[in-house]
């Protein structure tokens, strides 16, 4: 039996080393696709649910259910887990917000994803281990940003999922002006898990000897570039803040000043992201830039004639004649009145726009519906773009207030190990929980917590903090 489990916790350790790897490299190629939604089951989810059940089986074997199940964490993921199904159960047969079928695959898709956590907890048993991830990690971060240089500079092929049509698995290219995405189907996944990355290479960078801190800043600085490349401005100051919080953590604040500096250089040279940046700022916060009248020359001349005037190109003139100087040197050609003329203006516009009357009120709408158990899961179909306002729309206070729970419990154990571990052990750990704080400022405005690869990956890694914190306390 012992050798049965030696065996099994082997099997388990390079399931998961391998996961690590296949989560964010492969790309999102539909396996089987459900209907009524486009978003497909892939092999990932094969491989996932592979590893979750051969975990179970090595928990029977080795007989360790009832003190995993006497642990606060693991209750606290079940309590979360119960109320997903009661609200499910609610909205499919109470308020009727749902497709069952679909609702169901959604509650599945969270199981799945956290319960990678107490999986890579119980897979990861020795030191050695937790440096074989981190390389294998380091090496993947390499991979990723490889493919989008390829994407970006060598016209390699592009797997996206940002409509129904893409995502049937299409083989694309980047357009003029397009965004990386490298293996992560959406440009937004890709710099969520770049922030990711790089606050934590920022935390190791510190921890590691002379010969390792070069490969450590080269790898930041070329996942900085790639992140600059996505024009994600959330992850963008998601990263700086992460990166702010982990060198408070680990004492290192007299390096403030230069991530500062950095941010001002960034600021500076002309990107997409700074205009996009400066578009926020501009056009949403102080309401500026030139908006479309309404009118255009054409259209008055057509309507004293009496002519119908929807076909014609709404922005052909009060556009083309303006003198406003716009970031981007272009004009946009359908908008409608009141929006920016300028094409990066209208897309940051747009961007907000979606969330602030279409979003954001769709989720408050389901929270005052139930306010206990949302609408269930899926109700607010595929997109809410705030995951803290989507939790309230879809499972209510109480599986909110569960789910906070969970974070709650994991800080106070990171929080642990970065006060009492070996100096390696400290700085992961303050790298891992200003991973955390960066990804929740990336939750304000993006559901990561259902995007399929960075979602898996945070529980992964908040798991392996977990695991290095275990068996630091055993030596």
Do not use: C
């Not at 154990?413 to 891992?432: E, Q, T």
Request: proline share 3%; charged share 15%.
């Amino acid at each position: 039996m012992q050798r049965l489990l030696s065996f099994y916790q082997s099997v388990l350790f390079y399931l998961v080393l391998f996961l690590f790897v296949f989560i964010p490299v492969y790309p999102k190629f539909p396996l089987i696709n459900v209907t009524d939604t486009f978003v497909a089951i892939r092999l990932e989810d094969l491989m996932i649910g592979l590893t979750i059940s051969l975990w179970g089986v090595y928990l029977v074997l080795s007989n360790q259910i009832r003190a995993i199940l006497r642990d606060k964490l693991s209750l606290a993921i079940l309590l979360f887990f119960s109320i997903g199904a009661v609200s499910l159960f609610s909205a499919n047969f109470l308020t009727h917000t749902v497709v069952p079928h679909i609702s169901i695959l959604h509650l599945f898709r969270r199981i799945e994803f956290i319960m990678l956590l107490p999986v890579v907890v119980t897979s990861v048993k020795t030191k050695k281990q937790f440096i074989w991830v981190l390389i294998f990690l380091a090496l993947t971060v390499l991979t990723v940003n490889g493919y989008a240089l390829g994407q970006q500079y060598l016209d390699w092929p592009v797997i996206s999922t940002t409509n129904s049509e893409f995502s049937k698995g299409l083989i694309l290219r980047l357009t003029p002006g397009a965004r990386v995405n490298s293996t992560f189907a959406g440009h937004y996944d890709l710099a969520v898990f770049l922030a990711m990355a790089i606050v934590i290479l920022t935390a190791l960078f510190f921890a590691v000897s002379k010969r390792i801190k070069i490969p450590i800043f080269l790898l930041g600085l070329l996942s900085l570039g790639v992140l600059i490349m996505t024009a994600a401005r959330l992850s963008f100051v998601a990263a700086f803040i992460g990166i702010i919080a982990a060198l408070i953590l680990i004492r290192k604040t007299k390096y403030l000043l230069l991530i500062l500096g950095v941010i001002v250089v960034i600021l500076v040279y002309p990107s997409q992201l700074r205009d996009r940046l400066i578009s926020t700022v501009t056009v949403n916060l102080l309401q500026q830039g030139q908006r479309y009248e309404g009118k255009t020359q054409d259209q008055k001349v057509r309507s004293k004639l009496n002519i119908p005037t929807l076909a014609i190109q709404t922005s052909s003139v009060s556009a083309s004649t303006s003198s406003f100087a716009s970031p981007s040197g272009q004009t946009a050609t359908d908008i409608t009145p009141g929006e920016p003329i300028d094409t990066t203006q209208l897309g940051v516009y747009r961007s907000f726009q979606i969330r602030l009357q279409i979003e954001w009120p769709r989720a408050i709408t389901s929270f005052t519906k139930n306010p206990l158990l949302g609408t269930g899961y899926s109700s607010l179909d595929i997109a809410t773009d705030n995951d803290f306002l989507r939790s309230l729309g879809e499972v209510g206070i109480l599986g909110t207030l569960a789910f906070i729970l969970i974070i709650v419990e994991i800080v106070k154990r990171v929080f642990y190990s970065i006060k009492n571990g070996s100096k390696l052990i400290r700085f992961f750990s303050a790298g891992v929980l200003a991973m955390l704080i960066a990804f929740i400022v990336n939750g304000l405005f993006i559901d990561v917590f259902e995007a399929s690869k960075v979602a898996s990956l945070f529980w992964m890694i908040l798991g392996l903090n977990l695991a290095v914190l275990r068996f630091d306390k055993q030596s």
